[in-house]
């Protein structure tokens, strides 16, 4: 059963950066396209960016130039760093796991991160 556990969100100031971490386990890590949505108050969970197993990237065009997601297969984790942060990035940011063949897919818990203007 794969397990994602989501870390690194919090409170920051409108500009500023944050880097949130998912760890993976539970299966094998190269068969997953990862990615990151949020879900901000009100609003429909949205797709903020995905990573490939090898490593092609794809980024809503809100955060196109400001996140950058990467994932590393020693460590089974997906990351996604985040700058110039705006308060409408609000959020709680889910990692997500859909497996290549059979399209299974797992979401994490979530993080808040929260923008201050």
């Known amino acids: 059963q794969v397990q994602l556990v989501e870390s690194g969100g919090g409170l920051v100031q409108a500009g500023g950066s944050l880097r949130l971490s998912c760890v993976f386990w539970?299966?094998?890590?190269?068969?997953?396209?990862m990615g990151w949505y949020r879900q901000a108050p009100g609003k429909e969970r949205e797709l903020v960016a995905i990573?490939?197993?090898?490593?092609?990237?794809n980024y809503a065009e809100s955060v196109k130039g400001r996140f950058t997601i990467d994932r590393d297969h020693a460590q089974n984790t997906v990351g996604l760093r985040m700058n110039s942060l705006k308060p409408e990035d609000t959020a709680v940011y889910y990692c997500?796991?859909?497996?290549?063949?059979?399209?299974?897919?797992?979401w994490g818990q979530g993080t808040q991160v929260t923008v201050s203007s």
């Open positions: 997500n796991a859909v497996q290549m063949i059979d399209r299974r897919e797992y």
């Open positions: 539970g299966s094998t890590f190269s068969l997953y396209v």
């Open positions: 990573i490939s197993s090898g490593g092609s990237t």
